[in-house]
């Protein structure tokens, strides 16, 4: 299993921005598509983005297309999101997850704990 830690969460007004990142120890973090999912308040956890093993590839989710960048440093076992021009419908706990590919996010080898993003307005 592989584990992952989140950091970077934090409070932003609106239009602001974030930068999470998602690390883990394991040296296969390479063999790992990753990608970032998010659960509102009241609302189930929603697919955000994914990037492939080398980080040529990336699939967004329609809601944060132009406004969060995936990325990776696979030399430090790291995967970051940039969010910018937040808004308040932000608002959620954003968990990190390793996956098998990142054009099927739903197939997670693991979570992240998780990390809380509040925008304001």
């Known amino acids: 299993q592989v584990q992952l830690v989140e950091s970077g969460g934090g409070l932003v007004q609106a239009g602001g921005s974030l930068r999470l990142s998602c690390a883990t120890s394991?040296?296969?973090?390479?063999?790992?598509?990753m990608g970032w999912f998010r659960r509102a308040p009241g609302k189930e956890r929603e697919f955000v983005v994914a990037i492939s093993r080398s980080g040529d590839s990336t699939y967004y989710a329609d809601s944060v297309k132009g406004r969060f960048t995936i990325s990776r440093e696979n030399a430090k076992n790291t995967v970051y999101l940039q969010m910018n021009s937040l808004k308040p419908e932000d608002t959620a706990v954003y968990y990190c997850a390793a996956l098998l590919s990142y054009s099927d996010p739903g197939l997670v080898v693991s979570w992240g704990q998780g990390t809380q993003v509040t925008i304001s307005s």
């Open positions: 394991v040296r296969t973090f390479r063999t790992y598509a």
